[in-house]
């Protein structure tokens, strides 16, 4: 695992649904790629066209509420997302980006801090949040061992494969 | 501890658990919806041959009930073909309609058991007693190997629900106060409990769409102490044993709420967030092209049956559609028996296939571009029930009728005589 992620940073606000992350018409798609087509499509079109692989989403509160699909955490990870960074985090989301191996770091007051495209650094080890194109810092909460553990891992599909795997 | 942590800890093997503390649980049942065809994939991606125990998973065929593309179809083919590969019965055909009404019909849900689907309404079991919680495919492919997840003890809020309900005001329109007040992020993480003398007013249907909305707050679980009114309705259903839980005098919560129901109104989370709440009388006249009445959150045999009593002898606008999905196989053969099907198709609802219905806007009542629905679902997120500028009202189920019978937002209280 990378623990110092830099990337360009897509500003998102308070409330972004993983029905905005990804619509419900195209839950019947089981492909990555696929479901990649449709990254943030009902928060903004133009972020799928526009994102490349380590970019960042920083976000208000409670990125990710509302329905558990997983497709939502999916779609982020294929278009290749380097972390999420939030006032907060919808629990759902929460468990399947973190199951998925994506860093999400809670940051209260990060949505203030950050302008769409400005360049944004996060250490994991040591919380420390930068952004890069105005100097401005912030601390972010520490991840828990066990997520550490997750992320470390590639996700938790290795960890159980390995442990459990028939 | 509180009796959330109790049923934690008892399916964690522990005497005490604590806030914060990270448990291992064993999973009393574990079900899947067929949206998440991935959770079938993680199972074998993580190297998953047989599932842990067969009896102890549920699979729904509801929100795509039935079938309206080939994809669907073929998704609900593989779930249909895992479950008789590994020998799981409870497979919840396109029939029986949406998994937290059949899990209540069924008697599957129990006081004391840890429930887990993959849909985030599965807080709606807090009604029993239960510990429901919602994850996502991957977390749930792990129940299938291991029959158990970790589970963070959560925090507890306490909304303590006082008064007396008016005229035309319903448990939905308690938890959309609620909500409005205490904001959609309120609860992530936390449980939520109801307690109060307001509970004995209501009956299982309406202490469903309390606990059931507490999602909406961001909630991990809700829990309603149970009572008589719960083993009233769970007697004749529930076939196992089960343990009942009670939360230790001066266990402290995380905060605590009190809400005085008595002067409220109906109320209605406007465009586009389900926080976004006022008095239904702030929207009156306000033109729906759709009225929605269904889902787990108001599609049970009460809230039909208020839209009976609102809409008998006469018909809907002619400029609005009545769109009305039992919300299972249970609820429509009672509510058929009891007439109400037929008063409301005469009055000019249209009849879905129970189930999740345009809900979650895949198919079955999906709204245009600009268009207006009144729903007594639970989410108004944009583009949640179709186009993404087409906007969604939460309401009660008596608003809902109301306005499909006016062609407007009303205050519903107007046509409960
Ligand atoms: S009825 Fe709606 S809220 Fe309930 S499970 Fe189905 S899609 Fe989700």
Request: hydrophobic share 40%.
């Amino acid at each position: 695992m990378q623990n110092v992620i830099r990337g360009k940073a897509f500003v998102f606000g308070t409330n972004i649904s993983t029905d905005q992350i990804y619509p419900g018409q195209y839950l019947d798609l089981t492909d990555p790629d696929k479901v990649a087509e449709h990254a943030m499509q009902g928060a903004d079109p133009s972020f799928v066209k526009e994102v490349k692989p380590g970019d960042i989403i920083v976000a208000a509160a409670n990125f990710g509420c509302g329905s558990s699909r997983e497709h939502a955490a999916v779609t982020l990870k294929t278009v290749g997302v380097g972390a999420i960074l939030a006032d907060s985090f919808g629990r759902i989301f929460y468990r399947n980006a973190i199951n998925l191996g994506i860093p999400l770091v809670v940051c209260p007051g990060i949505a203030d801090m950050v302008k769409q495209g400005d360049t944004v650094k996060i250490d994991l080890t040591t919380g420390d949040v930068t952004n890069d194109t105005t100097g401005k810092g912030a601390t972010a909460q520490p991840l828990s061992p066990y997520v550490m553990e997750i992320l470390a891992s590639g996700g938790i599909k290795p960890m159980i494969k390995e442990q459990y795997g028939q | 501890m509180h009796a959330i942590e109790k049923i934690l800890a008892k399916a964690a093997g522990k005497t005490t658990v604590t806030t914060g503390e990270i448990v291992n649980c064993k999973v009393d049942l574990a079900g899947i919806n067929d949206l998440y065809l991935q959770t079938v994939r993680s199972f074998f991606e993580m190297g998953g041959k047989k599932v842990y125990d067969p009896s102890k998973i549920v699979m729904f065929l509801d929100h795509y009930a039935p079938a309206s593309t080939i994809m669907q179809a073929d998704n609900q083919k593989q779930f249909r073909e895992f479950c008789w590969d590994q020998g799981i019965d409870l497979l919840m055909d396109v029939d029986q309609g949406v998994c937290h009404q059949i899990l209540a019909d069924k008697g599957l849900v129990r006081p004391g058991m840890v429930l887990v689907v993959t849909d985030s309404h599965t807080t709606t079991h807090g009604a029993f007693g239960a510990f429901g919680t919602g994850v996502g495919a991957t977390d749930c492919a792990i129940i299938m190997m291991t029959g158990q997840l970790w589970f963070r003890v959560p925090e507890i809020i306490r909304i303590n629900l006082e008064g007396k309900l008016p005229k035309g005001v319903f448990a939905k329109d308690v938890i959309l106060k609620v909500i409005g007040m205490l904001g959609a992020d309120y609860g992530v993480y936390r449980g939520v409990e109801f307690t109060g003398p307001v509970l004995k007013e209501l009956n299982i249907s309406e202490r469903m769409a309390l606990c059931n909305m507490t999602t909406e707050m961001g909630a991990k679980t809700a829990y309603i102490q149970p009572d008589e009114i719960t083993l009233a309705f769970l007697k004749d259903k529930v076939k196992q044993d089960y343990e009942i839980f009670t939360t230790d005098p001066g266990y402290k919560y995380a905060a605590e709420h009190t809400f005085d129901v008595s002067g409220l109104k109906p109320q209605v989370a406007a465009p586009h967030s389900v926080d976004n709440v006022f008095d239904v009388t702030e929207y009156a006249g306000k033109p729906v092209n759709q009225a929605f009445l269904g889902t787990c959150t108001g599609g049970r045999v009460e809230d039909i049956a208020v839209a009976a009593r609102i809409l008998k002898g006469k018909h809907i606008n002619p400029r609005t559609r009545f769109i009305v999905v039992p919300a299972s196989k249970g609820v429509f053969l009672e509510a058929m028996a009891k007439g109400y099907i037929q008063t409301l198709v005469e009055a000019g609802a249209t009849f879905v296939t129970p189930g999740c219905a345009a809900c979650l806007g895949t198919h079955q009542g999906m709204l245009a571009n600009g268009e207006t629905c009144i729903t007594a679902s639970s989410r108004n997120f944009p583009g949640r029930m179709g186009h993404n500028k087409a906007e969604i009202f939460v309401a009660s189920p008596a608003s809902v009728a109301a306005a499909a019978l006016k062609g407007k937002i009303v205050n519903p209280a107007d046509y409960l005589e």
